[in-house]
């Protein structure tokens, strides 16, 4: 069964920082996605990715099939940036939609 | 609609009583997912359908958890004699297709579910 650690837990950063959240799971998948949660609100598909890079607007993923690991970055953050950021992986092999979740970072952007 | 429309967004129920909760996903998807994030939890798997596919139940925490998918399209998920752990935001999901066929996943924006 699939692990996902993410990190840090909470970020805050001021307008304009260059934003990066981790995140590792244990066990090989194909693919990975990034979500975001705003305060109160629904969540949003960011990407899914499962080799190299995505970009979209000033939000880039990463990922790292070998090292299991992924990173989502920010450029020129801004504060309505603020929000929980997960991410998630196939809970176990051959169970693509059967996804597990970090437990999110929180992200605050100042003003 | 223009996206997963879940109804109620708020239910304040009584320990004991049922409850059904209603997602209706976007028009053409295939495959629905029902999901619970508890407070100060991560999100949890419930339940997974695929088409005409049998539901993949297996993230149920209980039997007096059950969800149905009606025509293909809307689905209901109905907790009977609700405990307080129940209490949570039941997320439904939906997707063209299968989740590593490429189709992202579009959620509602959730019911929260009180029980007290």
């Known amino acids: 069964k699939n692990e996902v650690e993410q990190s840090p837990q909470n970020l805050t950063a001021q307008e304009g920082e260059f934003i990066t959240i981790n995140c590792s799971y244990s066990v090989g998948i194909s693919a990975l996605h990034w979500l975001q949660q705003h305060p109160g609100g629904g969540i949003v598909s960011l990407f899914m990715?499962?080799?190299g890079k995505k970009k979209h607007g000033r939000l880039i993923a990463t990922i790292n099939i070998q090292e299991k690991h992924s990173s989502l970055h920010i450029t020129a953050s801004h504060p309505r940036d603020s929000a929980v950021y997960i991410c998630a992986v196939p809970r176990e092999v051959g169970s693509n939609y059967k996804l597990t979740f970090g437990k999110g970072t929180l992200l605050t952007v100042n003003p | 609609g223009a996206g997963v429309s879940q109804s109620p967004s708020n239910k304040v129920t009584e320990k004991g009583k049922d409850v059904e909760l209603r997602c209706d996903p976007i028009?053409?998807?295939?495959?629905l997912y029902w999901y619970r994030q508890s407070l100060g939890q991560g999100l949890e798997f419930l339940i997974y359908f695929q088409g005409n596919s049998a539901p993949d139940k297996s993230g149920l925490p209980s039997d007096r958890f059950s969800a149905e998918r009606t025509g293909g399209s809307v689905s209901t998920l109905t907790i009977q004699r609700t405990q307080q752990e129940d209490s949570a935001v039941y997320l439904c999901?939906?997707?063209?297709?299968?989740?590593?066929?490429?189709?992202?996943?579009?959620f509602g924006n959730g019911t929260r579910l009180t029980v007290t």
């Open positions: 990715l499962s080799s």
């Open positions: 999901a939906s997707s063209p297709g299968q989740i590593l066929s490429g189709s992202p996943l579009h």
């Open positions: 028009s053409g998807h295939t495959a």
